[in-house]
T-cell receptor, first 115, second 112 residues
Framework: ETGVTQTPRHLVMGMTNKKSLKCEQH?????MYWYKQSAKKPLELMFV???????ENNSVPSRFSPECPNSSHLFLHLHTLQPEDSALYLC??????????????FGPGTRLLVL | GDSVTQMEGPVTLSEEAFLTINCTYT??????LFWYVQYPGEGLQLLLK?????DKGSNKGFEATYRKETTSFHLEKGSVQVSDSAVYFC???????????FGEGTQLTVNP
């Protein structure tokens, strides 16, 4: 596989469930990102990892917990979510460390529905 | 803080029409500017970018010029195709790191 892959593509969960989203990049990049895409709103950056270290948490509620075990994998652990958390969750990666002109490469996203 | 304002959609055009999607930004420093495109059921992919003032990014017939004096990065295409139907996002790369700030996106539909 090439590029950025995400699993599962679709997820339905109850508010008391625990689930995890997985992202894998095959581009040799060192930075990875989680974004939330909701209808009629700009993409919201959630977390940034550079060289496996979390460098940004954009005031995300603690019911979202990221994990980056290595430069190729990124997880988003979900626990006691709310219906308003239903959205498309996008993972992205970039070379890392190059600053403002870096191109980010996105996965296809996980469509999450919280009941 | 930095921000991006995009032309509101949706935009509906006939095939071969001229396309303009406006994008203006507010930023400190010297950001890079990007256009990303999202086709139905897919993630975002880079369409074009410009890293400094007066640069023109181009790809697949789309163009955008980085205008510092008007803080704009408008997307244009001379003749759109049905396959260009997608959501287009303008984005700004902050000079302090690799964070991207996105506009709200503009839905484009091209009819045959």
């Amino acid at each position: 596989e090439t590029g950025v892959t995400q699993t599962p593509r679709h997820l339905v969960m109850g508010m008391t469930n625990k689930k995890s989203l997985k992202c894998e990049q095959h581009l040799g990049h060192n930075a990875m990102y989680w974004y939330k895409q909701s209808a009629k709103k700009p993409l919201e950056l959630m977390f940034v990892y550079n060289f496996k270290e979390q460098t940004e948490n954009n005031s995300v509620p603690s019911r979202f917990s990221p994990e980056c075990p290595n430069s190729s994998h990124l997880f988003l652990h979900l626990h006691t979510l709310q219906p308003e958390d239903s959205a498309l969750y996008l993972c992205a990666s970039s070379q890392g460390g190059r600053g403002a002109d870096e191109t980010q490469y996105f996965g296809p996203g996980t469509r999450l529905l919280v009941l | 803080g930095d921000s991006v304002t995009q032309m509101e959609g949706p935009v509906t055009l006939s095939e071969e029409a001229f396309l303009t999607i406006n994008c203006t930004y507010t930023a400190t420093g010297y950001p890079s500017l990007f256009w990303y495109v999202q086709y139905p059921g897919e993630g975002l992919q880079l369409l074009l970018k410009a890293t400094k003032a007066d640069d023109k990014g181009s790809n697949k017939g789309f163009e955008a010029t980085y205008r510092k004096e008007t803080t704009s990065f408008h997307l244009e295409k001379g003749s759109v195709q049905v396959s260009d139907s997608a959501v287009y996002f303008c984005a700004l790369g902050e000079t302090s790191g690799s964070r991207l700030t996105f506009g709200e996106g503009t839905q484009l539909t091209v009819n045959p």
